[in-house]
């Protein structure tokens, strides 16, 4: 009999939890700990934050499903790992503390077979001097709970408009180092849309803001795709977006500083210069949670297990960016310590980011950092399932399943729009996520058929669809399991 | 210099039935890179 603690129930958590209870008997035990009482679909938080969708759309109770289920389901948040248990625990185990219900306050000690470490990023607003979602004028979208503060913001900023003020709305990312760029990119385009349907466009002037080198970079070093008979760069696609739209855009801006409407940037020439704004989304960096390891003896092994986000398979040998390779990106996202101990989706520490590392000539690091996205995240936390499975039915270790992002491809439905006749899209698809220039050397390490970007209403429905299909999913209904990552 | 979406090209993006027809292509493409599975990097297996 073994048991599996899985920490977090957000993408990887939770399609790690269902597969491991669907495949194996109940004579095993499935344990989630997660803080949030709720599962969220966090690509629709883009609609939530410009009020087309309510947040209960996007989220369910995890805890009557859970028990229906036969998945364990406990309300905390890890503190401390202690892989070898301690001189009075002989089993591993997690330290949490319940953040609700009877038990608030209280901590105990998880033991664990088998952990997957599924906490995904700390969203480091703190990085960014006065970046506080809802004050200053900034927002994000990151959680339906800030989407719907965002939202409250964005209508306050309409009506303005409405009555004849003139606005400028800021949306991008509000770190040097931040990823998701994606994601506000979806933002930006949905305001704007937005901004048309309250007939106030002409009212507004909107930038776009970005530690991307390029446009279309999106933390994957751009990507050279397919777009009707056309090969196409994504930096040439997002500008025609950008220009059709009459967005403006600052690049090469690492944000340090956010006053009341004024967001400060150090950009790559090593300017420093502001931006003024009545409705800022800016991204946070993301980060680890700083959690901290014990051995038995109650020694610090934390760097053992992070760097940041947790320590995997991957290949951390500090190395210039003409000498990365694909190879160095993780495949079973085990912790080479302790191999009983896994870290799908965002919770792993990447080896290096996936585009080139630009400083400004005043020294500071401006590079988006690597994106996990919603597919690799679930792919990933369903093979490190898979393998736990192979591994408790075959009495042997099993690591069988592998999934590196330099080996698989991800779908990116990047919604432009709301509405089911005025809505839009952009989809692109990119094989594989971490260039593999040895493979695909004329081609900007990918695959072109495979990668490949496409613009219009179908792509909003493509993203409405996948949002039912994934919250049915989610929800366990009658062949969820059909219903690829 | 910056492409443009023409007026024939924003037609085709927006118009229901052309896009009908693209949200199955686009459907039937991205299960294609989705399916296409995934695996390691480091051995040939
Ligand atoms: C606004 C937005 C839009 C996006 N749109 C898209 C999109 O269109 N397509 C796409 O593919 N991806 C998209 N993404 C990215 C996608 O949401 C992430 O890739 C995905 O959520 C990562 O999943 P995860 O499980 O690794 O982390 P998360 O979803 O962040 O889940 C982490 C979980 O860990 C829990 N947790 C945190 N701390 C602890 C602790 N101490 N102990 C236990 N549990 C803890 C959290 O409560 C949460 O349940 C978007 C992201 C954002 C922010």
Redesign the pocket.
Same mark, same amino acid.
């Given at each position: 009999m073994s048991k599996i603690v899985i920490? &977090? %129930? &957000?993408? *990887? &958590?939770h399609v790690a939890a269902t597969n491991l209870r669907r495949k194996l008997s109940k004579q095993h035990e499935v344990v989630v +700990? *997660? =803080?949030?009482s709720n599962y969220q679909w +966090? =690509?629709s938080?883009?609609w939530v934050g410009i009020g087309r969708m309510k947040s209960e759309k996007i989220l369910f109770p995890l805890a009557p499903l859970y028990k229906k289920k036969g998945i364990g389901f406990k309300q905390a948040? %890890?503190i401390s790992f202690h892989p070898e248990g301690d001189t009075t625990e002989p089993k591993p185990y997690v330290l *949490?503390e319940y953040v609700a219900g009877n038990n608030k306050g209280q901590q105990e000690k998880i033991t664990y077979d088998y952990l997957i470490n %599924? !906490?995904?990023?700390k969203l480091n607003f703190e990085a960014t001097e006065g970046l506080i979602p809802g004050e200053n004028k900034t927002y994000s +979208?990151?959680t339906y709970t800030h989407a719907d503060h965002a939202w409250h913001g964005l209508i306050d900023v309409i009506q303005q408009m409405k009555k004849g003020k003139k606005a400028k709305i800021l949306i991008g990312t509000g770190h040097a180092k931040s990823t998701?760029q994606? %994601?506000a990119f979806?933002y930006i385009l949905n305001v704007e849309n937005e901004l048309r349907r309250h007939k106030v466009r002409d009212m507004a002037e909107v930038t776009w803001i970005s530690n991307e080198y390029q446009l279309g970079d999106f933390g994957m070093d751009g990507m050279l795709m397919s777009y009707g008979s056309m090969t196409m760069k994504s930096h040439e696609m997002i500008e025609m977006i950008f220009e059709d739209r009459d967005i403006k855009w600052i690049l090469g801006a690492g944000v340090n500083k956010i006053e009341d409407g004024v967001a400060h940037y150090e950009n790559l020439e090593g300017e420093h210069k502001s931006e003024t704004y009545d409705f800022a989304m800016l991204i946070p960096s993301f980060s680890g949670?700083g959690f901290k390891a014990y051995d038995k003896n109650d020694n610090d092994i934390t760097e053992k297990l992070f760097r940041g986000f947790m320590v995997v398979d991957a290949d951390y040998t500090p190395k210039p960016y003409e000498e990365w390779s694909v190879r160095d990106w993780p495949e079973t996202y085990q912790n080479p310590s302790y191999n009983n101990i896994f870290a =799908? &989706?965002?919770?792993f520490a990447p080896p290096h980011s996936i585009s080139k590392p630009r400083k400004s000539k005043n020294g500071t690091d401006i590079t988006p950092a690597p994106p996990? !996205?919603?597919?690799p *995240?679930g792919i990933t936390a369903k093979l490190v399932a898979d393998n736990i499975i192979d591994t408790i039915k075959g009495g042997k270790e099993s690591l069988h399943h592998k999934g590196s992002m330099g080996n698989m491809g991800a779908a990116?439905?990047?919604s432009a729009g709301y509405g089911l006749t005025k809505g839009s899209g952009v989809s692109i698809t990119t094989y594989p996520i971490v260039p593999d220039y040895e493979k695909y050397p004329k081609t900007q390490g990918r695959q072109l058929g495979k990668t490949f970007g496409e613009i219009g209403l179908a792509g909003h429905w493509l993203k409405l669809a996948l949002h039912h299909a994934f919250i049915y999913k989610a929800k366990m209904k009658p062949f969820w399991w059909l219903i690829p990552e | 210099m910056t492409q443009r979406i023409s007026k024939y090209q924003r037609f085709k993006m927006m118009n229901p039935v052309i896009q009908f027809f693209k949200f199955i292509y686009l459907s039937i493409k991205i299960m294609i890179v989705v399916a296409g599975g995934h695996g390691g990097t480091r051995k040939v297996n």
């Open positions: 920490l &977090g %129930a &957000g993408i *990887s &958590g +700990v *997660s =803080p949030n +966090v =690509p938080n883009i948040k %890890a *949490s %599924a !906490t995904g990023p +979208v990151c998701c994606g %994601a979806e949670h =799908p &989706g965002i919770a996990r !996205t919603g597919m *995240s990116c439905i990047a | -």
